[in-house]
Each structure stands twice: as C-alpha cells, then as structure tokens.
C-alpha cells in the first residue's frame, strides 16, 4: 500500500526554526515531483513548496527566503527546512506527490495524513 508519511511538526517560538520530513513508501515506480501545503483553521489549503523530480523549485510568496524544499530522489523523501518561522506559518501540513505505481499507468496525487506546526508569538 502506498503511503506519504510526515514528521516533524511541533511547537516552536517565533523566529525559530524545524524540519519537516515526508517519506513516500510503497510501491512507487516514479515520483513526478514532491510538494508541501498547509491549512490553517478557517483557511484554504494553500501550496508552500513544490519541487519536481528534477529538482526545480518553487515557493508561495509568503515563504520565500525562509522555507527551503529539498528532496532524495533514492529514498523518496522530502523535506521543508522551515527558519525565521511566524505566527502565521501555524497550521496543519501536508505532503503531497504525484506517484506513478507503474510504467503503464499516469501519475496520481497522493496525500500524506498532516503534521501540526504551531508557532508562539
């Protein structure tokens, strides 16, 4: 059964940092790229950061110069190194990927299960 599994939300001060991991694992002949939402109460679920299996990048607005999306292509992980982190950066995130489970078939979006990262002002 293919899954993405997070870790590495928690509670932390405003101008702090954490680490955000996610594991795809499974059955998985291909990962067409790897990406980072949120969700804050009463709020959208909104992109962060994506990154393709190339390796681009690309970020929301409100994260650029403090959220770096980094990823191993060998061990189908992904991670969100998150500094300077403010009030606003608390929510729920989610990992997502679009997975391919086989030469034959597309590639479909997977979601992981969301990891609280809550910040204190």
């Known amino acids: 059964q293919v899954q993405l599994v997070e870790s590495g939300g928690g509670l932390v001060q405003a101008g702090g940092s954490l680490r955000l991991s996610c594991a795809a694992s499974g059955s998985i002949f291909s990962i067409n790229a790897m990406r980072w939402f949120r969700q804050a109460p009463g709020k959208q679920r909104e992109l962060v950061a994506a990154?393709?299996?190339?390796?681009?990048?690309n970020y929301a607005d409100s994260v650029k110069g403090r959220f770096t999306i980094s990823g191993d292509n060998a061990k189908n992980l992904v991670y969100l190194q998150m500094d300077n982190l403010k009030p606003e950066d608390t929510a729920v995130y989610y990992c997502?990927?679009?997975?391919?489970?086989?030469?034959?078939?597309?590639?479909?979006?997977?979601w992981g299960q969301g990891t609280q990262v809550t910040v204190s002002s």
């Open positions: 997502n990927a679009d997975l391919r489970l086989s030469i034959i078939t597309p590639s479909y979006p997977y």
């Open positions: 990154i393709t299996s190339g390796g681009s990048t």
